[in-house]
């Protein structure tokens, strides 16, 4: 039985990917490993990704117009967490809005240039 799927990102920066995820969106920070840092984990309301020191896979050049989504995190209020995020000068790449599949979704770029859908069922 699956109980949860982990998303694992790679970064160059460790330190700072923690960062952001921290300051901007309000993840907390599990553990590292090894000094200087290979290995993260950060949560937030108990979900985790991991982050790994790592060169990310090669981009697609039409990864942002096509809105090729590196994580769908499903939440429970859309407009709460956005004018969270939004304050705290999170890069919006899609704006809050009501989808045609029963959503209220908005699309983050984080610091590694991932994009991270956040969606609230209608």
Known sequence: MIR??????????IPATLEYYREKLG???????QDPPVYAIMARDGHAIHIRCAAPPS?????YADELLD???????ADALHAELAGKGVEMVR???DTPWHTREFVVKDCDGRL???GASL
Do not use: M, R, S
């Open 4 to 13: 949860q799927i982990v998303p694992l990102f790679f970064t160059l920066n």
């Open 71 to 77: 994580a769908y995190v499903h939440i429970e209020n």
């Open 116 to 118: 991270l859908a956040f």
């Open 27 to 33: 993840f907390d920070c599990l553990g590292t490993w």
């Open 59 to 63: 981009a697609n050049p039409d990864k």
């Open 95 to 97: 704006n809050l809005a």
